[in-house]
Antibody, heavy 122, light 107 residues
């Protein structure tokens, strides 16, 4: 079935780095744009970054621009988020989400992973 | 950036009640408005896309309407399994923004 599975979360000190992964299965990964969305404990949803289906374009929220890098490996059906210079305010559950706009013309997040927790603390 | 104002922040209703949530955009977003349901400890789930289109497999008691800046999400007959937080979300010019969420509880 269609599935996204995140990994790589954990506890990290402020200023350090972490890389998240999102493994896709059950669909043609290389045909879809992909996003990262995060949710701080007890808070709402915040969009983080997007990458086009072919990796040609990447965009970021102002809160992470210059510190986070989104990438993908279509040969491995995997999405990544490299997070550098982490801050306490980056503490959140990080979700990867599929964007079907390039396939069915719908700008939405139609499939979500289960999320991976990132805690930035000394 | 476009801001989304969602209300109410929480509500309590009885099983079978009609529930309505509103979302207002800070500028015209046409119909680029989606609605999600998030149950505790779970990932969000897409319910409505492009303001009024029901995602495949979503029960017909969920509906959405609106365009421009004002949007409405309705549960026609609240069921116990609808207990969740609901979010609106807009897309405009390479910016994706969520509303603050509405927590729906059973009275």
């Amino acid at each position: 079935q269609v599935q996204l599975v995140e990994s790589g979360g954990g506890v990290v000190q402020p200023g350090r780095s972490l890389r998240l992964s999102c493994a896709a299965s059950g669909f043609t990964f290389s045909s879809y744009g992909m996003h990262w969305v995060r949710q701080a404990p007890g808070k709402g949803l915040e969009w983080v970054a997007v990458i086009w289906y072919d990796g040609s374009n990447k965009y970021y929220a102002d809160s992470v621009k210059g510190r986070f890098t989104i990438s993908r490996d279509n040969s491995k059906n995997t999405l990544y988020l490299q997070m550098n210079s982490l801050r306490a305010e980056d503490t959140a559950v990080y979700y990867c989400a599929r964007d079907p706009s390039s396939v069915r013309g719908v700008d939405a997040f139609d499939i979500w992973g289960q999320g991976t927790m990132v805690t930035v603390s000394s | 950036d476009i801001q989304m104002t969602q209300s109410p922040s929480s509500l309590s209703a009885s099983v079978g009640d009609r529930v309505t949530i509103t979302c207002q955009a800070s500028q015209d977003i046409s119909n680029y408005l989606n609605w999600y349901q998030q149950k505790p400890g779970k990932a969000p789930k897409l319910l409505i896309y492009d303001a009024s289109n029901l995602e495949t497999g979503v029960p017909s008691r969920f509906s959405g309407s609106g365009s421009g800046t004002d949007f409405t999400f309705t549960i026609s007959s609240l069921q116990p399994e609808d207990i969740a937080t609901y979010y609106c979300q807009q897309y405009d010019n390479l910016s994706w923004t969520f509303g603050q969420g509405t927590k729906v509880e059973i009275k």
